[in-house]
């Protein structure tokens, strides 16, 4: 069902002519992390369009998101890179306007399949919002919600500290677990919602800019942890900060108003040397 | 420093004159309502210490027998009480489940357009005047009801039990909708994030997080159901009665008498302002007002309790 993708050079089909060597471009520089080894993707997307009743959101994206990276995915406001995010785990089901064309693939299937069903889909790809959203329940009750919700309580006690101690609030909150979630700091209500997001023990795990609300100090937590995640899960995030996309992610797709996919390609290419000029320009500072 | 340049800043005394009177009508209007409750409160008490001294209010409160205008007069309050509970418990049984049911639907399932649909059609029955439905229950629900029941009473607690339950879904669901869409989207979105279905995301999050607004909607329909009269006068007639609650058959099927159909009674009759009969009036007025009044305090003690703890 799964497809093996050579994805280290894979952003489009016109990015061989300007750098035909990635690899070695980030063996050099030494910024990234090697590599050059061949990576599955799990999602992949091809043509896909997204409107919001007659307003086209997305145009035509294709992508290769490879298991288990960090893949990076940003851009001006408006550009649709929160509407990319929402439209793999079908989030986007909930908006009444919003209309999806294309296909996009989950492991191979596309999940726009009429047999698809979105809540299956997303008991296997997780979700981290912009904002923090604990439920107004305990600590304990917020990470074993998914659990709980699928139907899946077995070795409950053990799986949510399993998911506490990965979000790195366990030390934090072991003698509270019975708390109310809205008692953490903004910081670890984050961590918390990592914890639930993970405690199912999803393929993939979404992330919409999950720091934005948070202070310097919290963000660097946040920042830490996604790398510690990527070892186990596949990350698609999304941010507005290009210095954080820069620290965390292994791959950056740049999106650019009107809902293009501009460039897709290895964090440090992006960002040391763009294809496009409207890219550099964007990382640059000259716009949005 | 001062030149020719200097902006006026002299006190306008016409204008803050103006100001004042604005208050002032304000202010008037804001205590017109406090006022006029006072009074009410006053004068219920009033006659109904002299009501007191007369009968005791250990016998108004315990005795068993209500015969306001008739030899042998009785003035316990109980048979009247029980009739309201009656009512009270059979409109609760039709409107809580209904009206919570009805909100969920509306907050979680219901597209626009069917929202756009079904709120004004609960507006309108809760704009539709009591006289009405108690009518209806007379008219149309007892022959409908003596289909199934042969032996029901012309003027049954039944009919209007129901009819008073379909009066006050609209206000159950309707404050019951308002608590549900206040709870924020984003943990909608992370319920459905999780996986959660529809229904899941309803009642593991969105009535947990309103619970103080539904909890605040049953008790404020209840005072309502409570406090109802031209219905259930006209749907379930006055015959004061003691209800054995071990029978419900019996309790349902015959004719009771309210608290508030018991006072419609005595007002119209010819009771004058000076009897022992008038006056019980005011004292069965003050027993219903002290109800409803504690139930009120109620439904703001939960509402401000939940909204401490989910903040």
Redesign the interface.
């Known amino acids: 069902m799964t497809q093996q993708n050579v994805t280290t050079s894979e952003s489009d089909d016109d990015s061989s002519t300007a750098s035909p060597e990635p690899g070695s471009g980030i063996a050099s520089n030494g910024t990234a992390e090697a590599e050059t080894t061949t990576t599955r993707s799990v999602i992949e997307s091809r043509n896909l369009d997204v409107y919001y009743g007659e307003e086209r959101a997305l145009q035509e994206i294709d992508i290769e998101i490879p298991a288990e990276k960090v893949t990076a995915i940003i851009g001006p406001s408006g550009c649709g890179k929160s509407t990319f995010l929402r439209c793999i785990?079908r989030?986007n089901d909930?908006v009444?306007s919003a209309r999806v064309e294309g296909e996009l693939l989950f492991e191979g299937k596309n999940v726009y399949d009429a047999d698809v069903d979105p809540?299956?889909?997303?008991?296997r790809i997780?979700?981290v919002?912009q904002?923090p959203?604990?439920?107004?329940?305990s600590i304990y009750d917020n990470v074993a919600?998914?659990l709980r919700?699928?139907d899946d309580t077995e070795n409950l006690d053990e799986r949510v500290e399993t998911a506490l101690r990965r979000a790195a609030l366990w030390d934090e909150v072991n003698d509270r677990l019975d708390e109310?979630a809205?008692d953490l700091s903004g910081g670890q209500q984050q961590r918390l919602?990592i914890a639930?997001?993970i405690a199912?023990d999803p393929d993939v795990l979404l992330m919409d800019e999950p720091a934005s609300a948070l202070d310097p100090v919290a963000t660097s937590q946040i920042e830490d942890l996604i790398e510690e995640l990527a070892q186990d899960y596949t990350v698609v995030i999304v941010t507005h900060n290009m210095q954080q996309a820069a620290r965390i992610s292994d791959k950056t797709a740049v999106f650019l108003t009107g809902g293009e996919l501009v460039e897709f390609d290895d964090t440090s290419v992006v960002f040391e040397n763009p294809e496009h000029q409207r890219v550099e320009d964007y990382i640059t500072g000259k716009f949005g | 420093m001062s030149s020719a340049n200097a902006p006026d800043l002299t006190r306008d005394d016409g204008r803050t004159r103006r100001e004042a009177v604005v208050r002032l009508v304000f202010f008037v209007c804001a205590v017109l309502s406090v006022l006029t409750t006072i009074g009410i409160v006053l004068t219920l008490l009033s006659d109904s210490v002299a009501f007191f001294a007369e009968v005791s209010p250990v016998q108004f409160l315990t005795g068993t027998s209500w015969s306001p205008a008739n030899d042998p007069v009785n003035f316990g309050v109980l048979p009247l009480v029980t009739g309201t509970l009656v009512i009270t418990i059979g409109a609760a049984a039709v409107a809580l489940p209904i009206g919570l049911l009805t909100a969920i639907y509306l907050s979680e399932y219901a597209s626009d357009r069917a929202r756009s649909v079904l709120k004004p059609a609960l507006e309108v029955l809760a704009g539709v005047p009591t006289v009405i439905y108690g009518y209806f229950a007379l008219v149309y629900v007892t022959p409908a009801l003596a289909t199934i029941f042969p032996t029901i009473d012309t003027f049954n607690a039944l009919s209007a039990s129901l009819i008073v339950g379909i009066m006050i879904i609209p206000m159950v669901s309707s404050i019951s909708e308002d608590a549900m869409s206040a709870v924020p989207d984003s943990l909608r979105n992370a319920s459905y994030g999780l996986g959660a279905t529809k229904f899941t995301v309803s009642t593991s999050v969105v009535v947990p997080a309103s619970v103080s607004g539904i909890a605040s909607s049953f008790i404020l329909a209840l005072s309502r159901a409570i406090g109802e009269t031209m219905a259930v006068t006209i749907a379930a007639g006055n015959t004061p009665r003691l209800v054995d609650l071990t029978d419900p058959a019996g309790v349902f099927l015959n004719s009771i008498q309210t608290m508030t159909a018991a006072m419609v009674q005595l007002g119209a009759s010819d009771v004058t302002g000076q009897s022992i009969a008038y006056k019980s009036l005011f004292a069965v007025g003050l027993t219903l007002f002290v109800i409803t009044f504690a139930m009120n305090l109620v439904s703001e003690w939960i509402a401000s309790r939940y909204r401490e703890e989910y903040r």
């Open positions: 785990n989030m909930l009444d809540v299956a889909l997303r008991r997780g979700m919002f904002a959203n604990p439920f107004p329940k919600y998914g919700v699928q109310s809205l919602c639930r997001a199912p």
